[in-house]
């Protein structure tokens, strides 16, 4: 009888044993929602900022050049001045002025990609931090694409991980 | 009793103020060490950033040195005095997957090269920024180490004049970085590690 106990304990033992090892083992997964993070991060303010700044200096001076071609167009109706020589000046200050404007509004564009690329590569780098230091097995990134279709809110770690890009973002240990 | 309770209370007192003092070797070691919180690290993609906080003792000491290395105490008294005004930083930029040089590795052909080397040399100062409390310094004195290729890594040694009155908040490094592709760079060194670095046995 004190037998069959002591083994029905250690078989107990074993059977506790054998699910805390099974919970333990088994891969520690969490996904984060991408757009809410990257809208989130404080690089990603700072630089639209600066785009916004940058954005505004060059075409203020595309406008300050339209609105001389405004003035010559006015002194050209209040003259009277309509021979083909200024009606060709005109449009030749027009195509230039066009032309200045589609350059910045392309420059524009590439800065605002090479900033998204900077944005991403300090994006990336942290979340694989957090993953490491979190001991995580995967950590799934959705962004809407239908990439991941379904998980546990639980398992959504999107506000902690906007706390720690953030925090890594500012130099903080 | 009553006086044995004074004098431990005192001896108390005087040693929680007292600050730490170390054999100069020891001193540069401890600055020179990650665990201090004196010299940072960040990695972002392939890069390896690191910036070392260099108080004024530290430079002094390097200055003080020679090749025996053997201290001279009256050198150290006179170097001091020119590094007391200002926050010295040396940052590091290093390739961590090529044992290769940085600007080596990001720069695809010569023209890039020259064009990542003007800007080492010449204008990343202007992409520098310590922030100090509440104030932002600009650096004012900045040199880079051209090592023409030959070692792995790159050398910044910078300079901000401190503020006239004195700060005792964290200080962040801020580096602007336009070629290497890494973003803005934030460094933060806390005014505690700041505070508590020991002092160095000169004699």
């Known amino acids: ?24 083992s088994q891969p520690k997964s969490a996904y984060v929602e991408l757009d809410k993070v990257f809208d989130a991060f404080e690089l990603k303010k700072e630089l639209e900022a600066d785009l916004e700044k940058i954005g505004k200096i060059k075409l203020g001076q595309v406008d300050s050049l339209k609105l001389v071609m405004e003035s010559m167009q006015r002194d050209m109706s209040a003259s009277g001045k309509k021979d083909s020589e200024t009606i060709k000046k005109y449009q030749q200050e027009a195509y230039e002025v066009a032309y200045k404007k589609q350059q910045v509004e392309e420059n524009i564009e590439i800065l605002k990609q090479e900033y998204n690329d900077r944005i991403w590569k300090q994006l990336n780098q942290y979340l694989r931090d957090y993953g490491h230091e979190n001991k995580y097995e995967f950590l799934f990134g959705a ?31 | 009793m009553k006086y044995t309770t004074i004098f431990i209370f005192l001896l108390i007192i005087l040693s929680c103020g007292k600050v730490e003092k170390l054999d100069f070797a020891d001193y540069m070691n401890f600055i020179e060490n990650e665990k201090s919180g004196l010299n940072m690290v960040k990695e972002i993609a392939d890069y390896k950033i690191q910036v070392n906080y260099q108080p004024a003792e530290y430079l002094a000491l390097k200055e003080s040195i020679d090749k025996e290395k053997q201290l001279s105490a009256d050198k150290f008294s006179k170097a001091l005095p020119h590094y007391r005004n200002h926050y010295y930083f040396r940052m590091r930029i290093e390739n961590k997957k090529q044992y290769n040089n940085p600007i080596m590795e990001q720069s695809g052909d010569y023209d890039e090269y020259a064009y990542i080397l003007e800007y080492m040399s010449f204008y990343a100062q202007n992409d520098l920024k310590l922030v100090a409390g509440k104030d932002t310094l600009k650096c004012v004195n900045y040199h880079f180490e051209n090592n023409y290729k030959l070692l792995p890594f790159n050398d910044i040694q910078m300079a901000f004049k401190k503020p006239q009155t004195p700060v005792n908040e ?3 490094l801020i580096w602007d970085d336009q ?5 803005r760079i934030k460094i933060e060194f806390e005014n505690e590690n700041i505070n508590n670095i020991p002092q160095p046995i000169i004699n």
């Open chain 1, 1 to 24: 009888m004190k037998i069959l106990n002591y083994l029905s304990f250690v078989l107990a033992l074993a059977g506790v044993v054998v699910a805390a090892w099974l919970y333990v």
């Open chain 2, 170 to 172: 964290n200080l962040t």
């Open chain 2, 179 to 183: 070629v290497y592709g890494v973003g």
């Open chain 1, 143 to 173: 962004s809407g694409s239908g990439s991941i279709m379904y998980a546990k809110k639980e398992n959504n770690m999107t506000d902690e991980v906007i706390i720690y890009v953030n925090k890594r973002y500012q130099g903080k240990k």
